[in-house]
Nanobody, 122 residues
Framework: VQLVESGGGLVQAGGSLRLSCAAS????????MGWYRQAPGKQRQLVAI???????NYTDSVKGRFTISRDNAKNTVYLQMNSLKPEDTAVYYC?????????????????WGQGTQVTVSS
């Protein structure tokens, strides 16, 4: 199983970016999917999460500005980021709990993407 992110970049404060994360492999089911971020010198923190049924939750600092969504047919999760602020600058990581076929048989595991840099200039 692999998670591949895209969509990061450099944007001015007040701008928008859309992150995507696609899961690949022999996948039977994806449970919760989420986005985390890690700024230099800080711990990785949860930004937003979406369950398989579409329920969402956000960290307080992004509520009203970020929207998480998913396309189950494409095994993809998105993060629409609007009204970006310099303090949103970080490496953003995709995370998912996936039930997939592994060499040892069907297994449920927790997977991470490689990370994508988001930089917001003031």
């Amino acid at each position: 199983v692999q998670l591949v992110e895209s969509g990061g970049g450099l944007v001015q404060a007040g701008g928008s970016l859309r992150l995507s994360c696609a899961a690949s492999g022999i996948i039977f089911k994806i449970n919760a999917m989420g986005w985390y971020r890690q700024a230099p010198g800080k711990q990785r923190q949860l930004v937003a999460i979406i369950t398989s049924s579409g329920s969402t939750n956000y960290t307080d600092s992004v509520k009203g500005r970020f929207t998480i969504s998913r396309d189950n047919a494409k095994n993809t999760v998105y993060l629409q980021m609007n009204s970006l602020k310099p303090e949103d600058t970080a490496v953003y990581y995709c995370n998912a709990e996936i039930h997939a076929l592994q060499p040892m048989g069907p297994m449920t595991g927790n997977y991470w993407g490689q990370g994508t840099q988001v930089t917001v200039s003031s």
